[in-house]
């Protein structure tokens, strides 16, 4: 007779690289006794692999654990596990004040999942696994996916080294340590023989790629080695830091064809008394420059960005320069971030700590500009034919296909809505663009 298996449910928070992190953990109890449901109230355990990047990250991770710890109450869960970022951040806070959790694992031990669960059999107490966050397993971790089968996240690098004073990630994730090129092909092997048709390539800058290991493995390196991958149609490079685009990537993004001609570039702000503030290492000279070499050197290359407004000592001039950059660069796609005062950050500290509703504003104005300006950039692709990946129907009717353009990344960017032509999930088509809203594509399928 045998046993049943216990079930696991587990809720990924914040950024893919935290997703990545998620799809591991489940690869390791689905080698074990477990069975992975993406329904909770059908879960023995639930876990939330949570994000405190930022004030929100933190909330929504709070409300999330506090949501799900309902079902200790109304239905079969015996194990709440909160995993990633806000224990490794937060722990001794959290164990007094969510005592409905029965473990808290940080972000060096989450590749123990199965045997933390194990230890936790027979105590009623609350555990805590929180230690190093250099740790760094890179054995063949095993990778149960949870995005479509079509498109992946491969995560080149952990943790980080920059040291921006605004923010937790190094403390939080370590240092910089690179994969070695061998695993990573490997995984993204074993990704296309699954079905994956895009990867995409994430780290928390991954222009910092293999300066660490022994060998010194170059970024530009590993994306001719992916590229050589058969069936694989798309690699997107995802955070790539100002200072580290170098003349040889920008030659491989142009000259390579399976990698879109998309880049996220997070500057954070333009103003160099600001910059110099944040410790970024580039200057408004040569953030500029860099936009018109890439500009120039891959025509029609979308480009991605962050800002953050409000932080402190951002005066009303360094604002309108930067509302001015954004008018004058026109990003294809802008992320906009209210400065979120993060304690155990050098920015903290800093005098000159702006409002709440000077803030708000600031975002308000900076989003409304983008939004002109997306519409205007889209409108310019009216009567061109992108490729496009189908990713299901759209949400309001089934009469209508949506999916992305290789100018689009996963679930930040943007859609396409396909109102002429069959296809299926996965595909990748070419759309002649018919039309367009401020951040969405309307088109025709096309032979």
């Known amino acids: 007779m045998s046993t049943a298996k216990e079930k696991v449910s587990l809720v990924s928070l914040g950024c893919p690289k935290n997703l990545v992190d998620a799809e591991v953990m489940l690869g390791y109890l689905a080698n074990e006794k477990y069975e992975i449901t993406t329904d909770e109230r059908d879960a023995d355990i639930i876990i939330v692999n949570t994000c405190s990047f930022i004030k929100e990250a933190k909330q929504e991770s709070i409300d999330t654990i506090l949501d799900l710890a309902d079902r200790k109450h109304d239905a079969r869960c015996r194990l709440l596990i909160v995993t990633g970022c806000l224990p490794q951040r937060y722990q001794e806070e959290l164990a007094q004040e969510l005592?409905?959790?029965?473990?808290?694992?940080?972000?060096?031990?989450?590749?123990?999942?199965?045997?933390?669960?194990?230890?936790?059999?027979?105590?009623?107490?609350q555990l805590r696994y929180v230690g190093d966050p250099n740790l760094f397993y890179d054995e063949n971790l095993p990778r149960l996916k949870s995005s479509p089968a079509y498109t992946a996240y491969l995560k080149i690098a952990e943790g980080c080294s920059n040291c921006c004073s605004y923010c937790v990630i190094p403390s939080l994730r370590g240092s910089f340590r690179s994969r070695p090129m061998a695993r990573l092909l490997e995984e993204a092997r074993t990704l296309v023989a699954g079905g994956v048709k895009e990867i995409n390539l994430i780290a928390q800058d991954i222009t910092g790629y293999g300066q660490d290991l022994p060998d010194r493995p170059t970024l530009e390196e590993l994306i001719r080695e992916v590229a050589k991958i058969e069936g694989l149609a798309w690699i997107r490079l995802l955070y790539a830091y100002p200072d580290g685009i170098r003349e040889s990537l920008i030659e491989v993004i142009r000259t390579e064809a399976k990698v879109c001609n998309y880049l996220d570039i997070p500057l954070q702000h333009i103003s160099d008394p600001i910059l110099k503030k944040m410790n970024r290492r580039s200057s408004e000279a040569e953030i500029r420059a860099l936009i018109a070499r890439l500009r120039e050197a891959i025509p029609g290359v979308a480009l991605r960005t962050s800002l953050i407004v409000g932080f402190p000592g951002e005066t009303d001039d360094d604002f309108k320069k930067l509302l001015r950059f954004v008018e004058e660069a026109q990003f294809d796609r802008l992320g906009v971030f209210c400065y979120s005062r993060e304690e155990g950050t050098p920015a903290a500290e800093?005098?000159?700590?702006?409002?709440?509703?000077?803030?708000?504003?600031?975002?308000?104005?900076?989003?409304?500009?983008?939004?002109?300006?997306?519409?205007?950039?889209?409108?310019?692709?009216?009567?061109?034919?992108?490729?496009?990946?189908?990713?299901?129907?759209?949400?309001?009717?089934?009469?209508?296909?949506?999916?992305?353009?290789?100018r689009q990344a996963p679930d930040i960017d943007g859609q396409v809505y396909v109102t002429?032509?069959?296809?299926?999930?996965?595909?990748?088509?070419?759309?002649?663009?018919?039309?367009?809203?401020?951040?969405?594509?309307?088109?025709?399928?096309?032979?």
């Open 99 to 125: 005592p409905e959790v029965d473990i808290f694992v940080g972000t060096g031990d989450y590749p123990r999942i199965a045997e933390i669960i194990a230890e936790k059999e027979g105590t009623d107490e």
């Open 420 to 447: 002429a032509g069959n296809a299926n999930v996965g595909d990748i088509v070419n759309l002649r663009i018919t039309d367009s809203s401020d951040y969405d594509l309307i088109g025709e399928i096309v032979d």
């Open 350 to 406: 800093m005098p000159e700590q702006v409002s709440e509703r000077v803030k708000r504003e600031r975002y308000k104005k900076l989003m409304r500009a983008q939004a002109r300006l997306s519409f205007r950039r889209n409108r310019q692709l009216i009567d061109t034919v992108e490729q496009v990946i189908i990713e299901g129907y759209s949400e309001e009717t089934e009469l209508l296909l949506r999916g992305r353009s290789a």
